[in-house]
């Protein structure tokens, strides 16, 4: 019995490596899942929530909708964001308000974690796709997100109201502002 | 069907018109030398970039693929950069055995390269006893491995170097007794008579079951014998960093490394000529339109498709299991393997005195 056993399990074993090698050769006959990546420039499609560079969308008026309010800047975990304000009189009003003067972000420190997109209550700034950060000196790195003469969009209402209830529900804030 | 006699003898008929008889043999030696050692290397060369490519397709990458077109110079640049290192020195280690062990390890398995018979008439050395030959200058190597674990003063490399030896000693027995299958067959231990035995039929279809049984039992045992695959407790490169040779920086670690892999050709080049004919054509009895027509192909061409199908079965099984535990190691040597070896012997000579 013992020796029929022995017998037995030698077969068995035998079998079961035919099977693991059965297994990796369907691996080595399928299609290879490297992406070959200064090839694919260009038509390699990013997922939209993947996190690369910070930007502050303008339009074609060369306004933006930050209100330099410093959320993102509180936010932020290691001081990458620095939002610089000055005090201008409104037109309309001709009382004294802030408005943005300098929105500066340091790539060098950034961590990609994306709490200052979350945390702006204008969905001011977002994330874009472009990942090919690498420059030869480190001064480079300190970007400045508004364009210069640029201004807060005059009352975009709407906007505003939306994205001010959103502020409660973060999750959903990032999905809706990095699209 | 051509033969590389003709290219030898006329080398040689041409050195003796212009020199003496002992001056062209040494021309002769120095040219062999030279001519082995350069197919060592690139074949050394051609392996580890057939051997990452095949890594990588199995699991679904595409491996080296930027020096060169499909990365073919990738292996030239490696070495080119091997080259480059540092020898770096170990403290308190023992110099002599140190530099020693490497050689040994190269040494061993450049002998083993020059007794297989790469095709007709090219064949460096033919013993009357080739196979022994083999067997023993093979397992120079095992002496080199156990010498660099000795003398690199590190607790990796000895217990690396220690299990290698048990691994390697215990393997060789599993070896020797699945060629001694095919010596019992044949009736000879060289090299070249056992090929040319084998032009009507490779002795794997000639030798019925028994040879059949021999040519895995080798597989599996040369596997092992070249500390690759589910079997390299020696390197075990997750517990021991890199077993025998951690120690080793520079051209010191590329012999290991060449020797790793040379070791896994010559196992694939003796089961391709012990079983599956060596340089021999696909000779099939009756069919002669068949036969002739496999004869245009050229012989170190049919040694070659030959001795990469048994590596390719080498690297399959290396990258489809997981690594032995040194007891499960011995245990199948000593109580599967051996077994089965000495069974099947027995069972060769029943057939061959039937
Ligand atoms: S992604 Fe994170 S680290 Fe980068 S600027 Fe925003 S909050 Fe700071
Ligand atoms: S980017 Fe958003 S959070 Fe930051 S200052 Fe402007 S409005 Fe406030």
Redesign the interface.
Known sequence: MKVLNYIKNIFVGLWHLCQGMYVTMLNFCRPKVTLQYPENRGTREYGERFRALLTMPHDADNHHKCIACGMCMNSCPNGTITVVSKMETDTVTGKPKKVLDKHLYNLGSCIFCGLCTSACPTGAIRFSNEFEHSVFTKDRLLLQLNRPGSSLAPKPAPNTQTAKQDVGKPVENVATKTV | MWSFEKLTEWIDTSLRSCMSADGALLVEFVLIGIAILVGYALLALFLIYAERK?C???????GP?RVGKWGIFQSVADMIKILLKELIQINKSDKMLFRLASFFVIIGSVCTFGAIPFAKGLQAIDFNVGVFYILAISSLGVVGILLAGWSSNSKYSMIGAMRSGAQLISYEISAGLSLMVIVVYSGTMQLSEIVAQQADGWFIFKGHVPAFIAFVTYLIAGHAETNRGPFDMAEAESELTAGYHTEYSGIQFGFFYLAEYLNLFIIAAVASTMFLGGWQPLHIPGWDGFNHVMDYIPSFLWFFVKTCFCMFMAM??R???PRLRIDQLLGLEWK?LMP?CLINLILMSVVVIL
């Open positions: 095949i990588a397709f199995f699991q679904c990458r595409l693929n399959w099984v990258w489809s299991f599967i089965i």
